[in-house]
């Protein structure tokens, strides 16, 4: 978030997207550290989406407690967060009675938006695409997560539903939300990226994804403390994406791309 707040990339008005938000708590951090951390000047709007009506109730909560202690602040219009329901996976609404697309509810979300204030631009897309999506393939599920996230975790949250469907020929089983996240960052413009993932392995697979889409300026392998010289006193090469830095110290955690001129 720190190099996002320094860099050039964001404009005055930040439209935020977290995707798979679960307890909420990236949107949440979001508006921590960009409008009280750093003191950002600009408008700062956020959005959370989740399948999960359970997930959804916990992150609006966590939103209000967090908002009554004073931790964060949400004071329209200069910052703004929402919680929303939608089917990620879902590319169109094939029954809407039970859980809308994406697409559709981003569109219900802008309508209310536009709504609230007639005298808003409500153009554009969204600068900042974030998820930490369900990643784990079932078999890995059941072989190697420990006991205690299998308790304490919804299995909603770890393994991607329907992940041995035949609709996702060719693709690890534990990969199957990135395709869509990508072209979901196409379709709604987003200049920065940020997926969590789970190891190196799949870090490399979902570079190479991003790679193929041909519109990213830059895209990077984050480590567990990407700030930080690796063994090699720099960046190195992951040989899964040719041409891909892998940054920092520790396992690798996430997939950065963004689109543009400007430097992170």
Do not use: C
């Given at each position: 978030m720190e190099r996002l707040q320094k860099s050039k990339l964001l404009p005055e008005h930040v439209k935020l997207l977290d995707l798979c938000t679960g307890t909420g708590c990236i949107p949440l951090l979001a508006s921590y550290e960009l409008v009280q951390k750093y003191s950002r000047k600009g408008r700062l709007e956020a959005v959370g989406v989740d399948i999960s009506?359970?997930?959804?109730?916990?992150?609006?909560?966590?939103?209000?407690?967090?908002?009554?202690?004073?931790?964060i602040r949400i004071e329209p219009p200069s910052s703004s967060l929402s919680f929303i329901r939608a089917d990620i996976l879902a590319e169109a609404d094939h029954n809407p009675s039970d859980c809308v697309s994406l697409m559709t509810a981003l569109q219900l979300?802008?309508?209310?938006?536009?709504?609230?204030?007639?005298?808003?631009?409500?153009?554009?897309?969204?600068?900042?695409?974030?998820?930490?999506?369900?990643?784990?393939?079932?078999?890995?599920?059941?072989?190697?997560?420990?006991?205690?996230?299998?308790?304490?975790?919804?299995?909603?949250?770890?393994?991607?539903?329907?992940?041995?469907?035949?609709?996702?020929?060719?693709?690890?089983p534990g990969d199957i939300f990135y395709p869509r996240l990508l072209e979901i960052a196409k379709q709604v413009d987003a200049r920065v990226v940020l997926f969590e993932v789970a190891d190196l392995e799949q870090a490399?697979?979902?570079?190479?994804?991003?790679?193929?889409?041909?519109?990213?300026?830059?895209?990077?392998?984050?480590?567990?403390?990407?700030?930080?010289?690796?063994?090699?006193?720099?960046?190195?090469?992951?040989?899964v994406a040719t041409g891909i830095k892998v940054l920092g110290r520790g396992n690798g955690r996430s997939v950065f791309a963004y689109r543009g001129g400007a430097k992170a």
């Open positions: 009506p359970r997930a959804l109730s916990l992150a609006k909560r966590n939103l209000r407690r967090l908002s009554q202690d004073g931790t979300y802008e309508e209310t938006q536009q709504s609230n204030d007639p005298t808003a631009d409500r153009k554009g897309g969204w600068d900042i695409l974030i998820s930490n999506p369900p990643y784990i393939s079932p078999s890995a599920f059941h072989r190697t997560t420990t006991r205690s996230v299998k308790r304490y975790e919804p299995k909603l949250a770890l393994v991607p539903k329907d992940a041995d469907a035949s609709q996702y020929p060719g693709i690890d490399g697979r979902v570079a190479a994804m991003a790679q193929q889409q041909n519109i990213w300026t830059v895209i990077e392998v984050w480590r567990d403390n990407p700030s930080q010289a690796d063994d090699y006193g720099g960046s190195e090469q992951t040989s």
